[in-house]
T-cell receptor
Framework: DTGVSQDPRHKITKRGQNVTFRCDPISEHNRLYWYRQTLGQGPEFLTYFQNEAQLEKSRLLSDRFSAERPKGSFSTLEIQRTEQGDSAMYLC?????????????FGPGTRLLVL | AQSVTQLDSQVPVFEEAPVELRCNYSSSVSVYLFWYVQYPNQGLQLLLKYLSGSTLVKGINGFEAEFNKSQTSFHLRKPSVHISDTAEYFCAVSPSGGYQKVTFGTGTKLQVIP
């Protein structure tokens, strides 16, 4: 069990550029979540996948954001035309179903700075 | 809808002293409760969770929490803290059953003073 991994760990970009982040969940986990965490705040839910299906999207996920999980394994989160307000830590988590013992395991995050 | 309130944004405590980090939640349905710890520039690590059963939950690193349904609280405690406990702690809640959309509090920074 290698845990949840995210790449890159840090990204600095200029306003208006597109960025893409990758998340590799724990191998047997079929649920995958993206969160955004800004300074001084707890993580905020962005979106959730069960296998390859995106089942819920937060209103925080504007049209500039898109997430995919094409084969039900790794996931990508793309931000188009980045804005300074997008600067945050983007966290990925995964969990397995079914049952009440479900726990989300978090990756180390990708810290984005938009200049 | 659900929400989590962590009233203390920062808690300084001397090494080897006890600590309590407070968490209150609000929800119209039954819930699961979690405490996560985040070290600088790292992701979140699960400390403990309450799903059902005994209201006193023991977690890793000597932490424990007690679920109090009448007070809608889930305070985190440790009898004797160590320097290595310096980190930010997040309380979180999710509806029980189904998929878990977790709602986090704003976090409490625990600073252990040598």
């Amino acid at each position: 069990d290698t845990g949840v991994s995210q790449d890159p760990r840090h990204k600095i970009t200029k306003r208006g550029q597109n960025v893409t982040f990758r998340c590799d969940p724990i191998s047997e986990h079929n649920r995958l979540y993206w969160y955004r965490q800004t300074l001084g705040q707890g993580p905020e839910f962005l979106t959730y996948f069960q296998n390859e299906a995106q089942l819920e999207k937060s209103r925080l996920l504007s049209d500039r954001f898109s997430a995919e999980r094409p084969k039900g394994s790794f996931s990508t989160l793309e931000i188009q035309r980045t804005e300074q307000g997008d600067s945050a830590m983007y966290l990925c988590a995964s969990s397995s179903t079914p049952g009440s013992q479900e726990t989300q395991y978090f990756g180390p995050g990708t810290r984005l700075l938009v200049l | 809808a659900q929400s989590v309130t962590q009233l203390d944004s920062q808690v300084p405590v001397f090494e080897e002293a006890p600590v309590e980090l407070r968490c209150n939640y609000s929800s119209s349905v039954s819930v699961y409760l979690f405490w996560y710890v985040q070290y600088p520039n790292q992701g979140l690590q699960l400390l403990l969770k309450y799903l059902s059963g005994s209201t006193l939950v023991k977690g890793i690193n000597g932490f424990e929490a007690e679920f109090n349904k009448s007070q809608t609280s889930f305070h985190l405690r440790k009898p004797s803290v160590h320097i290595s406990d310096t980190a930010e702690y997040f309380c979180a809640v999710s509806p029980s059953g189904g998929y878990q959309k977790v709602t986090f509090g704003t976090g409490t920074k625990l600073q252990v003073i040598p």
